[in-house]
């Protein structure tokens, strides 16, 4: 089926000063003006450490939780035994560290907190994907992200065989609902956004099927599906006829998705996939 494709996503790029911003702040909030625990250790006593999971997962978070430690101690020394984006079992060392004991200590749960989030992210993302292997369908993400880590979250998704609909309100229009109730229609919604910015991706989301068709009418290229009933979703699809790239959207859950996919829509938005999100098991020993 030849569909009309929107323009593609800008790369997701790992930045070192972003990333040592973010860690920044989160060391902030923990470390504040020092940790008085670890200071009760000699200043230049060393230690070693290794990382281990006690489930199974997929790996996401290495490079916030290299940073945490780097900041604390330049000199520390991080050896991987995996890379994000892939699986671990329940006993597997991940990585060894070792540096000084204060940084070890002082970075523990900082870099821990953001290498079990992201990995439950990624783990989450990578049971939906598997949901929906080998169909033609893109799993896509939602801005449903923890404030302040939506582009580790997002990061996460990407790692466990997700994509991402947008990182931001910056980089793609989604007219919903309200848009269009304050634009006045779906056609003068669509013809508003393409004239103020020619060349952004353009989505607009239709709660039924006599919708759909004054969006396919306006030239809507991408059409989110909101809260269709998988009988009406096959609907669209063949009303459709690849004239524009659907997505289903709303409440859709592991158990669910293989029958959405199945309707033939090329895309999937799940909020669950960085909203809902249950930390690895994960556990740092010094050795």
Same mark, same amino acid.
């Given at each position: 089926m030849s569909h009309t494709s929107a323009a593609p996503q800008p790369p997701l790029i790992l930045d070192p000063a972003r990333i040592e911003s973010q860690v920044r702040l989160a060391l902030e909030e923990d470390v504040g003006s020092g940790d008085l625990t670890a200071s009760l250790l000699p200043a230049d006593?060393?230690?070693?450490?290794?990382?281990?999971?006690?489930?199974?997962?997929?790996?996401?978070?290495?490079?916030? &939780?290299?940073?945490? &430690?780097?900041?604390?101690?330049?000199?520390?020394?991080?050896?991987?035994?995996?890379?994000?984006?892939?699986?671990?079992?329940?006993?597997?060392? /991940?990585?060894?560290?070792?540096? *000084?004991?204060?940084?070890?200590?002082?970075?523990?749960?900082?870099?821990?907190?953001?290498?079990?989030?992201?990995?439950?992210?990624?783990?989450?993302?990578?049971?939906?994907?598997?949901?929906?292997?080998? /169909?033609?369908?893109?799993?896509?993400? $939602?801005?449903? $992200?923890?404030?302040?880590?939506?582009?580790?979250?997002?990061?996460?998704?990407?790692?466990?065989?997700?994509?991402? *609909?947008?990182?931001?309100?910056?980089?793609?229009?989604?007219?919903?609902?309200?848009?269009?109730?304050?634009?006045?229609?779906?056609?003068a919604a669509l013809?508003?956004?393409?004239?103020?910015?020619?060349?952004?991706?353009?989505?607009?989301?239709?709660?039924?099927?006599?919708?759909l068709e004054i969006a396919l009418g306006a030239g809507a290229s991408v059409v989110l599906l909101d809260n269709f009933a998988p009988d009406d979703l096959r609907r669209a699809v063949a009303l459709t006829a690849g004239r524009a790239q659907l997505e289903a959207s709303g409440g859709i859950s592991l158990e669910t998705i293989r029958a959405v996919a199945e309707t033939g829509v090329d895309r999937i938005s799940v909020g669950a996939l960085t909203k809902d999100v249950r930390a690895v098991d994960l556990s740092m020993r010094v050795l």
């Open positions: 006593q060393m230690a070693r450490a290794e990382l281990i999971t006690r489930e199974s997962a997929v790996l996401c978070g290495a490079p916030w &939780f290299e940073t945490v &430690f780097r900041l604390l101690d330049p000199e520390i020394q991080i050896c991987w035994d995996v890379n994000d984006g892939e699986h671990i079992s329940p006993g597997q060392r /991940l990585c060894t560290i070792a540096g *000084h004991s204060r940084a070890l200590l002082t970075g523990e749960r900082t870099a821990m907190n953001y290498l079990q989030m992201l990995s439950g992210t990624a783990t989450l993302a990578r049971r939906y994907a598997d949901a929906v292997a080998g /169909l033609p369908v893109r799993l896509l993400d $939602t801005r449903k $992200t923890l404030p302040g880590l939506r582009f580790q979250q997002k990061y996460a998704v990407r790692c466990g065989g997700g994509h991402n *609909h947008r990182i931001g309100l910056f980089d793609v229009i989604l007219i919903k609902e309200n848009h269009i109730l304050a634009a006045g229609s779906i056609p013809e508003t956004a393409r004239t103020l910015h020619p060349g952004v991706p353009v989505e607009i989301e239709v709660e039924s099927l006599a919708e």
